[in-house]
């Protein structure tokens, strides 16, 4: 399995951006997939995550209401949409996916970890 993120940037305040992470190899018994973000200095800390084949989503208390994560399983790709940038979100932000576990916070669920990708938010 390999997964590359991307759609990171430089933006302002308040602005938007979408990243996305395409899957590619054993796809087929992914369970769920996730979204973490490291700013340097700091731990690598969950951000959101979804189940491959169902409905569940799950979302960090500070990104609830400004991110959304989304998947197209036809095109083997989760999506972030991330509205309302503040400058705390600046941080290499990371896709990782399971097989057979699902979808959640804690980061040894997942197995597979894509490279990252820059989000930087101005003030």
């Known amino acids: 399995v390999q997964l590359q993120a991307s759609g990171g940037g430089l933006v302002q305040a308040g602005d938007s951006l979408s990243l996305s992470c395409v899957a590619s190899g054993r796809t087929d018994g992914f369970a769920g997939m996730g979204w973490f973000r490291q700013a340097p200095g700091e731990d690598r800390e969950f951000v959101a995550a979804i189940a491959w084949s169902g409905t569940s989503k799950y979302y960090e208390d500070s990104v609830r209401s400004r991110f959304t994560i989304s998947k197209d399983i036809g095109k083997n790709t989760m999506y972030l949409q991330m509205n309302n940038l503040i400058p705390g979100d600046t941080a290499v932000y990371y896709c990782?996916?399971?097989?057979?576990?699902?979808?959640?916070?804690?980061?040894?669920?997942?197995?597979?970890w894509g490279q990252g990708t820059q989000v930087t938010v101005s003030s």
């Open positions: 990782a996916a399971n097989l057979g576990v699902g979808p959640g916070w804690y980061r040894g669920l997942y197995s597979y």
